[in-house]
């Protein structure tokens, strides 16, 4: 009688009383299972839930501190104010290939685009001079590269210059085009220029791996030394148009980024392609720690304190970028300079490793660091641009003139001689 | 193998797992094998040293026990000093020595026609040297009796956690836990997890985030502002305590889960007031160490004022000089035992100072004085060990005492990780001082309590991209 009694009141009750029965007994086995667990073990999960709470507020903070600011114009535009700085830092947590996708299609139709430049394209460089009345000086390297040689342009205007750089380049890069620019000038003098900062992008494909958190898309050839000789491997994308392409079509884009996963040192499994942790905070924030832990390992194997190690893969490789850019210049009849600049706080960690084989293979050259210290703050232009100062250029540019002066017999030789003899 | 590798984490994934299930033998066996592991991942071939050195202790200890004749004692004690102390005067000592004794024969123009060998340092000798001496030291006292149990011996000499950075142990606590059946509780573990993560937060974040900005100074070639030395060496001061602290806590934690309780090596050591007090909180182990095994057998403060300060300048330049064959560590102690021995002329014998947070708001002001004051002493201390020549010491103190523009012209800003740890690593040495507790957060709410874990966390996945850097404690 009571059992019947007690169905017949099951059926006679309200759905919702039933769902609310239903929820209470879930909660009571809930309650039954925690009950279960020792105190131990009830800390632990309190614990473990406790920091994923923190993590999920930190999170939703985190989203709606970077809500006030877009990620196109943190990484585009200057940023202003500490606020601006803290968003600046998140945005730069966002992968590689994001940060490229933003940097391309946020300044696309701007004038001035970083993302532009440095492409090893060699349609881009015939505006350049071909050849000069009073000598054609040609040069290849970044952005030291290009101030030193307008500094010759300014002291010696009847040169004509053709310069070709790219923002921050490596050697690789600067050697490349020198190669792929070999037919397309009549240069008496050619100069490559290299950079103390910049000797890192020999073991990468574009500088996007070691300049992660600023990166931009130009390639460049990975070269290695095989039985003594300088093999490459060409980047699958070498213009702004295949890239342009890339970006638009997945299609075209695995593949490059497969061939930069195998061949670019610098290339971090986590942080390098764009994936969901771009639309995490805590995500950025991890694939900041993997791409500067990356890039800072790799550096590790070839730098130390007291400089680069002889024997790392990088050095080997400038031996032979060095003594292959002088062998074909001189094949090709022309006079081949190397400069080298050393950055702000670099030592000459550059030039001693260097100097050898330089010198050993009578290859000219210009090293800053004996004209304008490394450690002196004065003779960068300022704290945000660490460019040499003109007087320091004024300086590499005399001991280059010097140089043509004696070791080339064409038309710039007989200039530098007349430029040194009025300086005089 | 460093603590901060991949390698670690599979090693003691495969440790741990093995630990928990083995007996007691079983787990000193492993332990003893993965310890070797562990050692003879950098260089292999100085396995034998720590080898041979164990081998020597043990049966020293054991003969020791064996006989009551002060002669014999004091003859098979010797073996034990002598061996140890020529192991670490050959692989630590014998370049510095013949490098400087040729320097001062060619200064007067006699030319040996030595030529230095180029022996490599084997990594955390003078931790496991200075151990072992300690295991016979307290036997040939009686402080201990001689283990015959040759494999917990060996395990106490090569102990991983501790190996290649200390904290040197003693056999009254290391040896005897090796030889016991270890509780494995809950309390043990939470507080192993707690040290390691601190640990890491502590080596990872602020330490690595720090090193560049340091080495940036103590490597430039001039041009340096005064403003430069001074936040350097305050880096500095924060980046060893850091550093060394950090491996510390990671040690004593991964022991720690393994039940195994390792000395406290550090105690908040920049809330000292003076110099005495520094060195009852900065690296305590070898602090006690050379108290006992050498500023007391030397006399102590039980003689005269002279013999006192006298013993007390010997103990801190080998103290000095334990840490590296070059002068600046010397100096380093030379310095280090001139501010104990003033602050003992200054203090003559009184004991009226009090250790512990002040209780009133002027006692709190002239506390405050006191410790920015002596911080500043401790971090001149730190120059003289940081820098890379005598001729350095002199430069960067020349620069700090003529040049008042104090500009920073070579050091870059620290990292952002580096800078919020900082903070929160203020709060947390804070909390210890107030509390007197290290476990002070224990006592915290759980949300309170896991607001730190997460803040440790989300710091270590900001500070994971700092430029790795080798604990600086590896090189001694």
Redesign the interface.
Known sequence: MSEHHQSSTSVLEKPEQVERKVQSSTTLFGAKLFSCLSVKWKTILWTFIGIIFWLGVFEASAQWFMSGYDDQKLLNEKVKGSGGKVALYLARGLSVEKKLRIGWEGRFNKKRNPHRAGWLDPRLWADKPQDGEKGLIAAYGQSFTFYAMGRLKELVPEYETRVITGPSAPPNHSFAAFNLDRNLHSAEVCVLGLLSGTIKGLLGMSSAGYYWHTPLPFTFPRYRVVNGELVSEMPLIRTQESWDQALKDPLKLEPFLKQIETHDNYFSSVGYRSTWLDSLILGRIVQKGFNGRKASSVQNKFIGPQGFKEDSELVVILQAIVKEFARVAREDGRLPIVLLFHGRGEADHLYQMIYKTLEENQIPYVSSHGICSPWNPDVFISKDDGHLKPHCNKEIVRQMLEIIATQSDGKASQMAKKRLNEWE | MNFISIEFLFFFAIVYGLYLILNRRWQNLMLLVGSYVFYGWWDWRFLSLIALSTVVDYFVANKLSETEAAGKRKKLVLVSIVFNLGVLALFKYFNFFADNLMAVFESAGIDLGWTTWNIILPVGISFYTFQTMSYTLDVFAKRVPATRNFLDFALYVAFFPQLVAGPIERPANLLVAIGKDRDIN?DHF?RGCYLILFGFFKKLVIADGLSPMV??VY??????GSGDVIVATFFFAIQIYCDFSGYTDIARGVSKVMGFDLRTNFMIPYFSVNPQEFWRRWHISLSTWLRDYLYIPLGGNAATVSKTNRNLMLTMVLGGLWHGAAWPFVLWGFYQGAILCIHRGVLGRKKGVQEGPPQSVGATVSFTFKLAFFFMVTCYGWLLFRAQSAQQILDFTWLMVSDYSFDV??MKKPP?AAVVGMFILAVTEVGHFITSSPKFYQRWP??M???L??AF??LL????????ASFIYFQF
């Not at chain 2, 490597?219 to 340096?224: I, K, N, R, T, Y």
């Not at chain 2, 996945?461 to 790795?468: A, D, H, K, Q, S």
Request: glycine share 14%.
């Open positions: 809950f939470a080495d940036s490597g430039a070639q001039g041009h340096l012209n070579v952002l759980l949300p309590k896991t607001a874990y997460t966390i989300v996945l900001m500070g994971f991209g700092n430029v790795p």
